[in-house]
């Protein structure tokens, strides 16, 4: 497995990964009419330019199965998807490591992300911190309860 900088061409794979991961995850956490709202429709013009300008993709066995992207300006990460296939053999782990280390060549303090509730305590794992619970708008119109988390940054020396 390794990790890239996805291009527009990932796009496609990217948006069915992400409506793979929130199908196999999410169920139970959201009643099933908001996860039908949140993984419908096709993907968007924006969603590629998305892909393109901040996306990361993580390939094994020849193919794309996990994203994740951060912003380096805001510290903001997000798309943190997983293919349901690969999950539980550390891709997600690996995705997050990249982020942060991106967040650190930046020179950010902290980084941040909302969280479902499934994934809070893979976030919590791997240093994030946020117990309370907020309101995630989707640009599809579906309201899903997150946990709003911030890790910060250990300094570098040397």
């Known amino acids: ?20 991961a929130i199908r196999a995850q999410c169920g139970g956490h959201y009643p099933d009419a908001d996860l039908d ?39 903001k990460i997000d798309a943190v998807f997983v293919l349901s296939g690969y999950m539980g053999r550390g891709i997600g782990r690996a995705l997050m490591a990249q982020m942060e280390s991106l967040a650190q060549d930046a020179g950010l303090d902290s980084i941040q992300l909302e969280s479902t ?6 976030y919590r794992a791997l240093g994030f911190q946020g117990d ?3 309101t995630y708008q989707s640009s599809l119109g579906v309201s899903l309860t997150c946990v709003p988390m911030v890790k910060h940054m250990a300094e570098r020396t040397g």
């Open 37 to 75: 709202i949140w993984t419908s429709g096709v993907m968007s013009a924006t969603f590629a330019q998305r892909v393109a300008d901040y996306f990361y993709v993580a390939v094994a066995d020849g193919h794309l199965v996990g994203t994740a992207m951060i912003d380096l300006v805001t510290g």
């Open 117 to 122: 509730l499934n994934a809070a305590p893979f």
């Open 132 to 134: 309370t619970l907020s």
């Open 1 to 20: 497995m390794h990790i890239r900088k996805a291009t527009v061409d990932d796009a496609p794979a990217c948006f069915a990964i992400r409506r793979d």
